[in-house]
Nanobody, 121 residues
Framework: QVQLVESGGGLVQPGGSLRLSCAASGMFFSINDMGWYRQAPGKERELVAAITSGLTTNYPDSVKGRFTISRDNAKNTVYLQMNSLKPEDTAVYYC???????????????WGQGTQVTVSS
């Protein structure tokens, strides 16, 4: 069983910063792509940032230049540094990982439980 545990959400003023972390644990062979998604009330879940096992990153225009995704493969952890936060960044943020259970089984998508980020004065 693979688990993703997120931390680092909270309340921050506009213009502030937060850093989210997501650690993967359990029995698995490898972790391929990792990413962060968010879902605001009444809206669909959207991609915020993605990073491959080779450290290639991808961002939508809405966060480009403000958010930075990184990962520590030795710790099976992905991070999201969020700067210059805006009220429209308010959402529940979810960690995602595509995990191979064995060299022949997977990869499968796994999700964290979500962490609330609120940007408000």
């Amino acid at each position: 069983q693979v688990q993703l545990v997120e931390s680092g959400g909270g309340l921050v003023q506009p213009g502030g910063s937060l850093r989210l972390s997501c650690a993967a644990s359990g029995m698995f062979f490898s972790i391929n792509d990792m990413g962060w998604y968010r879902q605001a009330p009444g809206k669909e879940r959207e991609l915020v940032a993605a990073i491959t096992s080779g450290l290639t990153t991808n961002y939508p225009d809405s966060v480009k230049g403000r958010f930075t995704i990184s990962r520590d493969n030795a710790k099976n952890t992905v991070y999201l540094q969020m700067n210059s936060l805006k009220p429209e960044d308010t959402a529940v943020y979810y960690c995602n990982a595509r995990v191979a259970i064995t060299n022949l089984l997977g990869p499968y998508d796994y999700w964290g439980q979500g962490t609330q980020v609120t940007v408000s004065s």
